[in-house]
């Protein structure tokens, strides 16, 4: 997957959003491609940041995606 936020009317242009993307502590690092910390890109039309990977077998564990929380208006 890869995620990415539309603004057509501009209004966050260059808003950048950082995220990370771990594998759990108890489960197997095998389970979440690319792990790190990504720019999810903010633009007038459909564009993803860097594509990430959640491997939905029956291992135990996960993957967490982490959001910036930023304060409400």
């Known amino acids: 997957m890869a995620l990415g936020v539309a603004d057509p009317s501009g209004a966050h242009a260059g808003a950048d959003i950082a995220y990370t ?6 489960g197997e690092a095998g389970q979440c491609g690319n792990q790190g910390t990504h720019l999810m890109p903010v633009a007038p039309l459909r564009t993803f940041g860097s594509h990430i990977r959640g ?3 029956g291992r135990p564990g996960g993957c967490d995606l982490t959001l910036p929380r930023t304060p409400a208006p």
């Not at 993307?21 to 108890?26: H, I, S």
């Open 21 to 26: 993307w771990r594998a759990r502590q108890a």
């Open 55 to 57: 491997d939905t077998d």
